[in-house]
């Protein structure tokens, strides 16, 4: 009789150790999914935090009292760096919006006689990303934000209902008193979320002397193209603070050291800030969190272990008896070894099927424990087979610690000591 027909007897034959094998191999295979699944479901939220934070750095020129533009080629050499997402370069300016007959709109709240009807302007190259839009302070509720170099503007919902302004029609920006207006189009309306009480009036900033009503934004070239038909040759150059958005958070510090070491500037005039503090505020608990998980999970692993390799010790003892017939009667030892193993592999990969179906149910109650949604933790079947292959080894180990010494004694002295 062949180990593979012996060992599908024995299984029949020896049904409670088999269904004891089994349920045992059952718990601790569901138990080992499901927390590879919580694992890979904590990774992948790290991964979604790191990419969401908003983690940025800011490069802007200063030199006491004197204001340091960046160079454009500087801006590109950074933004194309590896790791860089997105990026939003900046200038700001006080002009006003003319509606289609040539008169200037009214602001909601005018900040003086002298500048009555004039918005504090940013132009910039993504809207989406300048910092009252991401910190919530304002929101876009109707239109599109602007990008690239159309001539176009956002201004606040409230000043385009008192002027009758509506998405789509055409204004002018006009810098200065002198100056000539450029044609624009209203991209977008947002709406002011936060009222800015918060920020004490400065004349070294300009824009916390203007309400959130009266903010506009407008297409940096657009601005560039106002300011020089105003100053002419004494117009500077345009871009005064550019914000890079970087893809991971974790590589933030590295990312600003590197765009240090890439652009050609000097340092003693420009600085760069960087801008992880959600990150950073957050990402300490994350930490603990998935320590914790990865501390179960491996727990769980070398407790299964040793219960296996035990019960697997145990079982083999027990069969010290049907070894030495085996051997009393010529089979070989290779072939109570191969039937050994027969057995518990038949028995564990029925075990795996059924582990991996129950996984799939029990993964997100597990995964809630550890505060993550039901639904963020799924059951891969990668992880059936990295439990199957990490099995495969735990059994193999096992039956030959088991096995291994009886079989180097010969029948006769296995037999006199079952008497």
């Excluded at 029609?169 to 189009?185: H, I, L």
């Excluded at 003892?317 to 051997?327: D, N």
Aim: net charge negative.
């Amino acid at each position: 009789m062949n180990p593979i027909t012996r060992a599908m007897l024995s299984i029949a034959r020896k049904w409670k150790r088999t269904a004891f094998l089994f349920g045992l191999i059952l718990a601790v295979a569901t138990l080992a999914i499901s927390g590879l699944a919580v694992s890979a479901a904590q990774e992948e939220q790290e991964a979604d935090l790191r990419g969401a934070t908003g983690a940025s750095f800011t490069l802007a020129g200063y030199n006491d009292w004197t204001l340091h533009t960046i160079p454009q080629e500087t801006v590109d050499e950074i933004a194309a760096m590896d790791g860089i997402k997105a990026h939003n370069a900046s200038s700001w300016g006080i002009g006003a919006v003319l509606d289609g007959s040539g008169d200037a709109l009214e602001v909601p709240k005018p900040l003086g006689d002298l500048v009555a009807n004039d918005f504090y302007t940013t132009g910039c190259t993504d809207s989406e990303y300048a910092s009252t839009f991401l910190s919530g302070a304002f929101r876009l509720v109707e239109g599109h934000h602007l990008t690239g170099d159309s001539n176009e503007i956002i201004i606040g919902k409230e000043a385009a209902e008192n002027n009758g302004i509506a998405v789509g029609d055409t204004v002018s920006f006009r810098d200065g008193d002198n100056g000539e207006p450029v044609e624009c189009t209203v991209a977008g309306l947002f709406e002011v979320l936060a009222d800015g009480e918060d920020e004490r009036p400065s004349m070294s900033r300009p824009s916390t002397l203007y309400d959130y009503e009266d903010y506009a934004f407008i297409s940096l070239d657009t601005l560039v193209e106002a300011r020089a038909l105003y100053a002419g040759e004494w117009a500077s150059g345009h871009i005064q603070s550019a914000d890079f958005f970087v893809e991971d958070a974790a590589e933030l510090d590295g990312i600003v050291e590197r765009a240090k070491d890439a652009a050609s500037l000097d340092w003693d005039n420009y600085y760069v800030e960087a801008n992880g503090e959600v990150y950073e505020r957050v990402a300490g608990t994350l930490e603990n969190s998935g320590s914790l998980v990865s501390w179960l999970v491996a727990l769980v692993a070398v407790a299964s272990a040793v219960v296996m390799a035990l019960v697997l010790l145990v079982s083999t003892r027990a069969r010290k008896r049907e070894i030495g017939v085996l051997l009393a009667e010529g089979f070989s030892k290779r072939g109570i070894i191969c039937q050994h193993l027969v057995e518990a592999f038949v028995v564990a990969a029925a075990a795996l099927v059924i582990a991996y179906l129950a996984s799939g149910q029990l993964a997100g109650p597990v995964g809630a424990l550890f505060g993550k949604a039901a639904g963020s933790v799924s059951v891969d079947p990668s992880f059936l087979v990295t439990v199957a292959g990490a099995g495969a080894a735990l059994l193999v180990a096992a039956v030959a610690v088991s096995c291994i010494p009886m079989l180097r004694m010969q029948p006769r002295e296995i037999l006199s000591q079952m008497e």
